[in-house]
């Protein structure tokens, strides 16, 4: 284990969150399949992504695939890299990108989802104003994709519009269950 590894570990809470993330293993090879060259989600998620594009594309929306399955390592270079490029403490740059080890990017059960029309808008909270974002509110939960990071989230992770994660299948809700048994505790506790 690095020392950044073990720098991080020392910042882990009570009931298991790193900076507001939670811990999720790395999807077996064998749960992968390509999308296109780069891009690899679980085989769960493609079939139902593949559904969603096409009733977005018959509606005259273009949805666009980001970022899928991101390896351990991968996930380690987006965390430390973006971080020494804007000279960001952790803290701060857990709120836009999970330290290895903690994304969900590493189920291959979340994708990143732009507008096709709208490039500019690409892991952008501007990406709410678009078509797609406003097809997708009103459609995504028919084929099982769910916002991970919606405002205020009680994980207190930054509001990411573009990062929606499938749970369509038992193996999927079980890799969930943890952050939605966090945000029913935290509903719950709003309502008294
Ligand atoms: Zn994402």
Redesign the pocket.
């Known amino acids: 284990m690095s020392v950044r590894q073990n720098q991080l570990n020392s910042l882990i809470s009570e009931d298991g969150l790193l900076l507001g993330h939670f811990p999720y293993a790395e999807a077996p090879k064998s749960d992968l399949i390509s999308v296109y060259p780069g891009l690899e989600v679980h085989y769960d998620t493609f079939e139902a992504l593949k559904k969603m594009r096409a009733a977005a594309a018959a509606d005259g929306i273009s949805l666009v695939f980001?970022?899928g399955f991101r390896s351990l390592d991968l996930q380690g270079q987006i965390f430390y890299e973006n971080k020494s490029i804007r000279n960001q403490i952790a803290i701060e740059r857990a709120k836009v990108s999970a330290p290895p080890g903690y994304?969900?990017?590493s189920t291959g059960y979340?994708?990143?989802l732009g507008d096709g029309t709208m490039r500019g808008t690409d892991f952008e909270v501007t990406f709410e104003d678009t078509p797609a974002f406003k097809w997708l509110k009103k459609y995504a939960a028919k084929y099982h994709f769910v916002l991970?990071f919606p405002k205020g989230n009680s994980q207190g992770v930054s509001y990411?519009p573009?990062?929606w994660r499938f749970e369509g299948t038992v193996d999927a809700l079980r890799e969930f269950e943890p952050a939605n048994n966090r945000q029913r505790m935290e509903r719950n506790s709003r309502s008294y």
């Open positions: 980001l970022s994304s969900e990017h979340a994708i990143d991970s990411e573009w990062h």
